[in-house]
């Protein structure tokens, strides 16, 4: 249990122990005999107090005690948590899914090579908590692999010839952010990573709305842009704007292939603060307030004493 990483889920309930302060000084102050307290004598006060003639003062250890067990219920619903060291274990709420554009101004530039190599990178380095997926796309978005926390069983499709390996001419990264949320969707994750590599070819609104869709799945879509040497003028020119927009409407990152740090991180982001971004805050964080509730009954206690 590491205290120093304590937080309040729910930090508005502090407000209420301050409040409680104030009204027991308040109280105190001035006590439930009104001005008699203040205008008597205190010998004489307490002479009429022991004769029962007066009971301006008697219910003040009892408020004291219920603004104390008040405060402490206050503090147990602001959620006091330390981070949940055991999210790790669940493997199943978070992976990344690699796509590899193979079209043909990726493979005749030779910018493919450099995204086997890049998106090999990506892979190991990856949070141990992370799955990992594969998907090749040209004209059309195949399955890889699917998801698999062995990392060397991704790097033989990383190391052959991936010329060929699409049939289907073109590039359509559409049809692998769709194929990458349905990977998403049957695996029941909550969260995860889809990362391009690509040199923007192929981004149409389709594109984009499908980014759009998987930001709103709880996903982010990242672009690994690999700008590649056009040597033939017919082929498509790289679309930098393309991969800016598409990765801006899927709430990722765009980077290239000279700074892979950015991602890097993104990526080996602890599970703890990707859950808490997707709104699963109680699987991030251990609420110790449950327990405070405990420590509000020794004083609440106090309160079944016998009055004479």
């Keep these: 249990m590491n205290l120093s990483e304590l937080i309040f889920i729910r930090p508005w309930w502090l407000v209420i122990p301050p409040l409680l302060l104030v009204l027991g000084v308040v109280f105190r102050q001035s006590g439930n ?14 002479t009429l107090e022991k004769r029962g003639a007066l009971k ?28 949940n060291e055991d999210n790790s274990s669940f493997r199943n709420l978070d992976g990344v899914i690699i796509a590899l554009d193979t079209s043909k101004s990726m493979v005749d530039s030779g910018s493919v090579t450099e995204g086997q190599i890049v998106a090999k990178q990506l892979i190991d380095n990856s949070a141990a908590s992370q799955q990992v ?3 090749l796309f040209a004209g059309d978005a195949y399955l890889g692999s699917p998801f698999s926390a062995d990392r060397q069983m991704l790097h033989p499709l990383l190391g052959g010839d991936l010329s060929n390996i699409v049939a289907e001419q073109g590039s359509a990264p559409a049809r692998a952010l769709a194929l990458a949320q349905t990977m998403f969707s049957d695996a029941d994750m909550i969260g995860g990573d889809l990362v391009l590599v690509t040199d923007g070819g192929g981004v149409d609104p389709a594109a984009v709305e499908a980014a759009r869709a998987l930001r709103k799945a709880g996903r982010r879509v990242n672009v690994l842009f690999v700008s590649s040497a056009q040597s033939d003028p017919n082929m498509p020119v790289p679309d930098k704007a393309g991969v800016v927009r598409l990765a801006a409407e899927g709430g990722g990152i765009l980077t290239d292939t000279a700074n892979l740090s950015p991602l890097l991180s993104a990526l080996d982001l602890p599970l703890g603060q ?16 449950r327990y405070m509730l405990i420590l509000a009954a020794i004083p609440f206690l106090g309160l079944f004493g016998r009055r004479t």
């Design 274 to 289: 990707k859950l808490e971004k997707n709104g699963y805050t109680a699987l991030a964080w251990l609420d110790l307030g």
């Design 133 to 135: 997926g594969f998907i």
């Design 33 to 46: 005999g009104g001005d008699w307290v203040r205008a008597i004598d205190p010998s004489l006060l307490r």
């Design 56 to 83: 301006g003062r008697e219910g003040r250890p009892r408020l004291s005690i219920w603004l104390m067990v008040a405060a402490i219920i206050a503090v147990a619903l602001a959620g006091p948590a330390i981070r």
